[in-house]
């Protein structure tokens, strides 16, 4: 082999010479001729925008940083660092692909972090955060429509795993996509994720707009005190229920149950503590790595994806209104008032919807404390996802 042949060799296994393919003649749809050829580089500029957001914006930073990171090593062309072989292939192999073992970890995870005392307090908050699954059984209607009237390649699988979205709980999407609809993966993660984080700027319109001043001023009475008993009570009559009347949902209720049990058993101070730092901590960031090593230019930049991003957001709005309404109609048959903004905690993203009910409410009256009264609605929320997911696993899995 002369000096020529080698430097040529060199030279074609840069990156460098691989970010931009040439065109494919097989290939006559020009927007699938442009991705074929710079899908590479826009990736590697999306992923880009993820860090941003994470370490600008602080949108989501313990999700998006590990997913956009893993979305720039899966798009670093020649190593193939998420295909066949790749350690991020093997990682998500072992817990992301189905049985989907990290989703159900960060489950157990949440439930070491969580106080399920406001919704125990207060039970009847917790059809708020039923109500807000509404906007997961809408969306998936709407990702059937366009399935069925716009050309998308949405059945049944993937609208279910679409819709699953409007419960702005991340695990849960991941888990549904990856048992149901694999191919869309990416998206469902990413679009979950990213209106996880914008639950500062989505939500506050929505709850505006379908309340007036004197109701955003509502005051609660201070919650009851929940005794200890009660609270090792709750995770294991939950998880009996779910046994009785959704089996299909137990593998999430169950690791979200185990979580909170070691939590406020009390003598199993460290497995709670681990469990709330060391082993979430782990596992998020190689779901994050795994979920971003998804994110390639063939299986993210479709039209199918702009469809999910735009019904992901359609299902998140719903649910928030949903709670909100659902809140009002209460205040309507009942004696006891209670502020129509934490329905908008309904959707599951913990605490940060509690936290922008609060600053919501206190924006009209500074002395109005929403924040335990929004928890109530808000942990209600995640029991609410995973038993939604358990319902679309009952009827469209297998």
Known sequence: MDLQSSLQKLYEATGFANFINPADPTITNIFEQFIHMFGTPIMLLICLLLLWLAIKKQFEPLLLIPIGFGGILANIPVVGIAEPGGFLYQIYNFGVKEPSLFPLFIFIGVGALTD???????????????????????????????????????????????????????????????????????????????????????????????????????????????????????????????????????????????????????????????????????????????????????????????????????????????GVIIAKIMNAVSKEKINPLIGAAGVSAVPMAARVVNKVGMDSNPHNFLLMHAMGPNVSGVIGSAVAAGVLLALVGG
């Not at 059945?155 to 279910?160: F, H, T």
């Not at 609809?181 to 709850?207: F, G, N, T």
């Not at 909170?260 to 082993?279: C, D, H, M, P, Y």
């Open 116 to 322: 399920f005392g406001p919704l125990i307090a207060h039970p009847k908050t917790a059809l708020l955060g039923a109500a807000a699954q509404f906007g997961i059984f809408t969306t998936l209607i709407g990702a059937l429509a366009l399935g069925q009237y716009a050309g998308f390649e949405f059945g049944l699988k993937e609208a279910a795993a679409i819709g699953i979205i409007g419960g702005a709980d991340g695990p849960t999407s991941i888990y549904i996509a990856s048992n149901l609809a694999e191919k869309i993966l990416p998206a469902v993660a990413v679009a979950a994720y990213s209106y996880m984080a914008l639950v500062p700027i989505i939500q506050p319109p929505i709850m505006k707009l379908l309340t007036n001043e004197d109701e955003r001023k509502i005051t609660m009475k201070q919650l009851r005190h929940v005794s200890k008993r009660e609270k090792i009570a709750f995770p294991l009559l939950v998880l009996g229920l779910c046994v009785i009347f959704l089996p299909a949902a137990c593998p999430l209720i169950g690791a979200l149950t185990f979580g909170n049990l070691i939590k406020e058993s009390g003598v199993v101070e460290r497995l709670s503590n681990t469990a709330q730092n060391e082993f979430i901590n782990i596992v998020t960031i190689l779901l994050g790595l795994t979920v971003g090593s998804k994110l390639s230019a063939g299986s993210f930049l479709t039209v199918e994806t702009l469809g999910i991003l735009g019904l992901g957001l359609i299902a998140f709005c719903i649910g928030t209104a949903s």
